[in-house]
């Protein structure tokens, strides 16, 4: 009996020496191996998740240096010079294309159905599209709309030029929704300039 009495004291007397408003008293080795890890956990997210996104801006910047060479060909300033030339053909018109024309709209359309499937992949940024090329693709669906149905109907395939035209309707959407202006107008080239005039 006079055992337990003993033990009792010694419990007794450890609960008073200890200080209740002690905020490391429960804190054992289990638990700071728990937060230990916890934090190391969400470090890791941390860094993936930037990781991930400088890869998305890569793969974005990329894909935007691929729009850019595909209009740098010789091959695209040849076509694109004979599409500016040639007339718009009228919804539903019979009269046939050119065999020139015809080439150099095949030649630019395959073209535009890589770039308007990246936008819709969101590999590249639709503004960035619309800035580098949009006039010249809404241009070249003015005049490739009705020859492109017609090769629809031909080829039994309504997906034919498909992203051509999704494209051409993604940068018109744009258009009415932003006052769309050329970038001397819009103040970029201006303070280009005059940014490269104060670093002088």
Same mark, same amino acid.
């Given at each position: 009996?006079?055992?337990?009495?003993?033990?009792?004291?010694?419990?007794?007397?450890? *609960?008073?020496?200890?200080?209740?408003?002690? =905020?490391?008293?429960? !804190?054992? +080795?289990? #638990?700071?191996?728990?937060? @230990?890890?916890?934090?190391?956990?969400?470090?890791?997210?941390?860094?993936?998740?930037?990781?991930?996104?400088?890869?998305?801006?890569?793969?974005?910047?990329?894909?935007?240096?691929?729009?850019?060479?595909?209009?740098?060909?010789?091959?695209?300033?040849?076509?694109?010079?004979?599409?500016?030339?040639?007339?718009?053909?009228? *919804?539903?018109?019979?009269?046939?294309?050119? =065999?020139?024309?015809? !080439?150099? +709209?095949? #030649?630019?359309?395959?073209? @535009?159905?890589a770039v308007g499937y990246m936008v819709?992949?969101?590999?590249?940024?639709?503004?960035?599209?619309?800035?580098?090329?949009?006039?010249?693709?809404?241009?070249?669906?003015?005049?490739?709309?009705?020859?492109?149905?017609?090769?629809?109907?031909?080829?039994?395939?309504?997906?034919?030029?498909?992203?051509?035209?999704?494209?051409?309707?993604?940068?018109?959407?744009?258009?009415?929704?932003?006052?769309?202006?050329?970038?001397?107008?819009?103040?970029?080239?201006?303070?280009?300039?005059?940014?490269?005039?104060?670093?002088?």
């Amino acid at each position: 009996m006079r055992l337990v009495e003993l033990a009792d004291l010694i419990d007794l007397d450890e *609960e008073q020496n200890k200080s209740p408003s002690d =905020p490391y008293m429960h !804190l054992d +080795l289990a #638990t700071v191996l728990n937060l @230990i890890s916890t934090l190391t956990l969400v470090g890791a997210l941390v860094f993936t998740g930037l990781q991930l996104r400088a890869s998305n801006r890569a793969r974005r910047d990329q894909a935007a240096i691929t729009v850019i060479q595909s209009a740098q060909s010789e091959t695209w300033t040849q076509a694109s010079g004979l599409i500016h030339r040639s007339p718009q053909l009228a *919804e539903g018109s019979s009269e046939q294309t050119v =065999p020139k024309v015809e !080439l150099a +709209l095949f #030649t630019i359309g395959i073209r @535009i159905e890589a770039v308007g499937y990246m936008v819709y992949e969101r590999l590249v940024n639709l503004e960035a599209v619309d800035e580098l090329m949009g006039g010249f693709t809404l241009l070249f669906w003015s005049r490739a709309k009705t020859w492109a149905k017609r090769r629809r109907v031909e080829l039994g395939d309504p997906k034919a030029f498909e992203w051509c035209e999704w494209l051409a309707l993604r940068i018109g959407e744009r258009r009415s929704k932003t006052r769309s202006q050329p970038g001397l107008l819009a103040g970029g080239l201006e303070g280009l300039a005059r940014s490269s005039v104060q670093s002088a």
